[in-house]
């Protein structure tokens, strides 16, 4: 029976590379020169240390810059509130996999609500669509295509 895996997945590999670039070239901008900015990855989230908030939005959009051209689509980041102390200011972004339950639910009941001949079913963090017909289950990649979520959707493992 023809069937495709939905997920929200990146590479870590990759999202590593990105942050040692970034870190690469905060090093080597005169405007961040002794201030301590340093980015500390620690999987799945990405420390941001620096001297201002200022400075904390500026390493933020060098991490985006390098994380899209590394192909990890930025929807996956749940950027946390800046801590500012005295003399240092810290922002935590968590680099999200996976798919929680009520999103799963939402796309499983999206699934079976569109009429279509297939089947969705909840595995873990992933969401496993399987149907009869090739057609079927493209159209409900589409579907899923067309649905608005606050996660970056990748359609893997179709099988026929």
Request: a neutral charge.
């Amino acid at each position: 029976m023809p069937s495709f895996d939905v997920v929200s997945d990146f590479d870590a590999q990759e999202a590593r590379n990105a942050v040692d670039q970034a870190n690469r070239e905060v090093n080597q901008r005169f405007d961040f020169k002794g201030t301590g900015s340093v980015f500390e990855f620690d999987d799945p989230a990405v420390m941001l240390k620096s001297q201002s908030d200022f400075q904390l939005r500026q390493m933020a959009d060098i991490l985006h810059q390098k994380l899209t051209k590394r192909g990890i689509d930025i929807a996956c980041i749940d950027a946390g509130e800046p801590e500012i102390t005295g003399s240092e200011a810290r922002q935590q972004l968590i680099l999200r996999r996976g798919i929680d339950s009520d999103l799963a639910r939402k796309l499983v009941k999206l699934v079976k609500g569109s009429k279509l001949k297939v089947q969705a079913a909840i595995q873990g963090d992933k969401l496993r669509v399987s149907g009869k017909k090739r057609d079927d289950l493209q159209a409900a990649i589409r579907l899923l295509k067309e649905f608005e979520t606050d996660l970056p959707l990748q359609y893997e493992n179709f099988r026929d």
